[in-house]
């Protein structure tokens, strides 16, 4: 008899029960907290977590805490994970949500991408995106110290807590590396997270997160709120911790992409790369709001100095988001490792690019 490597019927029925379960606790938390934005060290909640987008649109990060709350709920409640499992999601989902949320809110672009916050760091510096760096690390190895290991000797499950904590935290950064437009990050969790819902372990642990995050895409294509560092961090480690339940080898060849998309965010902007590949823009625009028509300039006098006349827009900003309370990230076309930061405009994000 041949044996079926997807999730078979009861499978795919605990699959849609999670993903259903998902979308309904994420839509519930999101209409909560926008309906009371909670305060922070006397501010009220809008101007916590509200922000003003390029069309001079508030926008809020609430979206962010609604997907982690969501997903964790979900994740407790949903058929089919072992007791080990749901606590690994709930460690890695939470813990790399409230580290994104410390970023979110205490973020400064002062340091950009890994090189700038470690060498911040080498100076005695210790910046928000750094301690974000050591804290998901520490994450995704206790994630997977708590998923555990098949592995029948004790260097094996050793080896395995290294391999698969390493995954969770470098899946949790790229994902951050992709929520610079509308949209784009849950478009690319989507797609990362289908396949790895296809399979019988990956299943339970990625059905809650991607219905949360499905949930919650109307909001953020229609440019009403965004994951921020909260959100996006949790979706990248969730999806990670999937990709952990794979074979060896499938999960080595994840570490070297997720190493390699990584490295080369600090020298190539991934928006310029989607933008001149016609197959990856269109997908990436599906469903977005054409960007704003710009305001025609009066033309200058002849007689006028040039530091007098208008300045020309800056190229690539149609999707940048500007900051409300607290400070918020650079233009999305920058350098490279700034141009895919996160809403702090740190670069440190977590998820799959």
Same mark, same amino acid.
């Given at each position: 008899?041949?044996r $079926?490597?997807?999730?078979g =019927?009861?499978g795919?029925?605990?699959?849609?029960a999670?993903?259903?379960?998902?979308? &309904?606790?994420? =839509?519930?938390?999101y209409?909560?907290?926008?309906? $009371?934005?909670?305060?922070?060290? /006397?501010?009220?909640g809008?101007?916590?977590?509200? =922000?003003?987008?390029?069309r001079?649109?508030p926008?809020?990060?609430?979206?962010?805490?609604?997907?982690?709350?969501?997903?964790?709920a979900?994740? @407790?409640?949903a058929?089919?994970?072992?007791?080990?499992?749901r606590?690994?999601? !709930?460690?890695?989902g939470a813990?790399?949500g409230?580290?994104g949320?410390?970023?979110?809110?205490?973020?400064?672009?002062?340091?950009? /991408?890994?090189?700038?916050?470690?060498?911040? @760091?080498a100076?005695g510096?210790?910046?928000?995106?750094? *301690?974000?760096?050591?804290?998901?690390?520490?994450?995704?190895?206790?994630?997977?110290? &708590?998923?555990?290991?098949?592995a029948?000797? =004790?260097a094996?499950?050793?080896?395995?807590?290294?391999?698969?904590?390493a995954i969770?935290a470098g899946s %949790?950064?790229?994902m951050?590396l992709f929520?610079?437009?509308?949209? $784009? %990050?849950?478009? &690319?969790?989507?797609?990362?997270?289908?396949?790895?819902?296809?399979?019988?372990s990956g299943?339970? &642990?990625v059905?809650a997160? !991607?219905?949360?995050?499905?949930?919650? !895409?109307?909001?953020?294509l229609?440019?009403r709120?965004?994951?921020?560092?909260t959100?996006?961090?949790? !979706?990248?480690?969730? @999806? /990670?911790?999937?990709?952990?339940r794979?074979? $060896?080898?499938?999960?080595?060849? *994840?570490l070297?992409g997720l190493v390699?998309?990584?490295?080369?965010?600090?020298?190539v902007?991934?928006?310029?790369?989607i933008?001149?590949n016609? *197959?990856?823009?269109?997908?990436?625009?599906?469903?977005?709001?054409?960007?704003a028509?710009? *305001?025609?300039q009066?033309?200058?006098a002849?007689?006028?100095?040039? #530091?007098?006349?208008?300045?020309?827009?800056?190229?690539?900003s149609?999707?940048?988001?500007?900051?409300?309370v607290p400070?918020? /990230?650079?233009?999305?076309d #920058?350098?490279p490792?700034?141009a895919? %930061?996160?809403?702090a405009?740190?670069?440190v %994000?977590?998820?799959p690019?």
């Open positions: 008899m041949k $079926r490597n997807g999730p =019927r009861t795919a029925l605990r699959l849609l999670g993903a259903g379960l998902g979308a &309904v606790a994420a =839509r519930a938390a209409t909560a907290l926008t309906r $009371r934005p909670p305060g922070l060290n /006397g501010l009220p809008e101007d916590v977590w509200g =922000r003003t987008n390029h001079g649109e926008v809020t990060l609430l979206e962010g805490p609604a997907f982690v709350a969501g997903a964790a979900a994740g @407790l409640l058929p089919g994970a072992s007791g080990r499992v606590a690994a999601a !709930l460690l890695a813990g790399s409230l580290l949320g410390y970023d979110d809110l205490a973020g400064s672009a002062s340091s950009r /991408g890994f090189k700038g916050h470690l060498t911040a @760091l100076r510096e210790v910046t928000s995106g750094a *301690v974000k760096i050591l804290g998901i690390g520490a994450t995704g190895l206790a994630a997977a110290a &708590v998923a555990g290991s098949p029948p000797s =004790r094996g499950r050793g080896f395995d807590v290294l391999l698969n904590g969770v %949790a950064n790229l951050n929520d610079l437009r509308p949209g $784009r %990050a849950i478009k &690319v969790g989507l797609i990362t997270g289908t396949p790895l819902a296809l399979t019988r299943a339970a &642990v059905a997160p !991607l219905g949360a995050a499905a949930a919650l !895409l109307p909001e953020d229609g440019e709120a965004m994951l921020g560092d959100g996006s961090n949790a !979706l990248g480690a969730l @999806l /990670g911790l999937a990709a952990t794979l074979g $060896r080898g499938p999960r080595l060849a *994840v070297v390699a998309l990584n490295g080369a965010s600090e020298f902007s991934f928006t310029k790369v933008a001149g016609p *197959v990856l823009n269109r997908v990436d625009m599906l469903g977005r709001r054409p960007a028509a710009p *305001v025609p009066p033309a200058p002849a007689d006028k100095p040039a #530091a007098d006349r208008p300045a020309d827009d800056k190229p690539g149609d999707d940048a988001f500007s900051p409300g400070p918020q /990230g650079g233009a999305p #920058a350098a490792g700034a895919d %930061a996160g809403p405009g740190n670069g %994000a977590a998820g690019a």
